[in-house]
């Protein structure tokens, strides 16, 4: 049985910086693209970030380049997102992902993910 554990989400101040973690088990994750989506209350799911198998490729979403880095260990079967200068529209609940698709399917086409994680919360306050 797959699953993907995120861990890191807390409540922050403005400004400040949190570290999600992502692990994968129950399959070998070679090739996969790993990333991270997040979803606000009364909001869709949005893509945030995603890295492909050997990390020399990353894509960010506007709303947090320069403010969060991913980054992966496959060694591990982890994928990191270190968020900060946080802002309180940062707040949301944050999902780890991974499939065998491209970083551009991985981002455009969320509803072909093969795997996600429960999700945790990241909450910004002003």
């Known amino acids: 049985q797959v699953t993907l554990v995120e861990s890191g989400g807390g409540l922050v101040q403005a400004g400040g910086s949190l570290r999600l973690s992502c692990t994968a088990s129950g399959r070998t994750f070679t090739n996969y693209v790993m990333g991270w989506f997040r979803q606000a209350p009364g909001k869709e799911r949005e893509f945030v970030a995603a890295?492909?198998?050997?990390?020399?490729?990353?894509y960010n979403a506007d709303s947090v380049k320069g403010r969060f880095i991913i980054s992966r260990d496959n060694a591990k079967n982890t994928v990191f997102l270190q968020m900060n200068s946080l802002k309180p529209e940062d707040t949301a609940v944050y999902y780890c992902?991974?499939?065998?698709?491209?970083?551009?399917?991985?981002?455009?086409?969320?509803?072909?993910?093969?795997?996600w994680g429960q999700g945790t919360q990241v909450t910004v306050s002003s």
């Open positions: 992902a991974a499939n065998l698709r491209s970083l551009v399917g991985f981002k455009t086409t969320p509803a072909t993910i093969g795997y």
């Open positions: 890295s492909n198998w050997g990390g020399g490729t990353t």
